[in-house]
């Protein structure tokens, strides 16, 4: 089922948004603020878009498939700077940009994960990752409280994914790769041959440039029909 809508969009040089995850954001940018409350005002989802070289659309620097979710700010600091939230909800694909100033909205779809994925039962894989993920957790976090409500709120086989995509995988353009493919059973083989459970803050460097060339061959070969 795909549906759509219209979001305004933040497009950022090294963030990949994944929609089972928070993703804790700065805003300095006068006109990223105005987005940031026009969102909240027309209760709309706002979009994280990993930027990129070339155009899509005129004066559009992003991937075509990007993480959206709902803005909730936590507070005005004393540097001025708005420090938001942004709770992930939905992966979508740009249909369209309908305005560029003073920021950008675009037309987006809704892209679900394969029906089948939800079948999927704990596996070998699955467990180390999610052994990985809790390691990371227990490193990262040092407050045994705060790490708990968090650890307690990745409660599906998604969540637990998108974070290990995010905070494990250093690679974007792995990053996007792992956002764009809608079959979880694939996600989960991915991470398990980037990341070592003897070494799990690293991921596979082989295994990266690997991808990243299958990639842009099966582009080459899309291209090419």
Not at 48 to 55: A, C, G, M, Y
Request: glycine letters at 2%; one cysteine or more; aromatic letters at 8%.
């Amino acid at each position: 089922m795909s549906a759509n809508m219209r979001v305004p969009l933040l497009i950022l040089t090294n963030v990949v948004f994944f929609p089972n995850t928070s993703l804790p954001l700065y805003i300095a940018d006068e006109n990223y603020e105005k987005l940031i409350h026009s969102a909240i005002q027309h209760n709309q989802l706002v979009g994280v878009s990993l930027e990129l070289d070339e155009n899509i659309y005129d004066d559009f620097h992003g991937n075509e498939i990007f993480g959206v979710g709902h803005p909730i700010i936590v507070e005005r600091m004393n540097n001025g700077i708005l420090k938001i939230l942004l709770k992930g909800m939905h992966r979508v694909r740009c249909l369209a940009i309908e305005k560029y100033d003073p920021f950008i909205e675009a037309n987006v779809e809704i892209i679900e994960d394969a029906i089948s994925n939800k079948r999927i039962l704990k596996n070998e894989k699955f467990n180390k990752l999610k052994e990985i993920l809790d390691e990371w957790l227990k490193n990262s976090i040092t407050d045994e409280k705060e790490r708990e409500q968090f650890s307690h709120t990745i409660d599906t086989k998604e969540k637990v994914i998108d974070y290990v995509s995010t905070f494990m995988i250093q690679d974007m353009k792995i990053k996007q790769i792992l956002l764009e493919n809608t079959n979880i059973k694939e996600r989960i083989d991915i991470l398990s041959l980037m990341l070592d459970i003897k070494y799990p803050f690293y991921e596979k460097i082989e295994v990266c440039e690997a991808l990243k060339d299958f990639e842009n061959l099966e582009n080459i070969a899309r291209w090419a029909n």
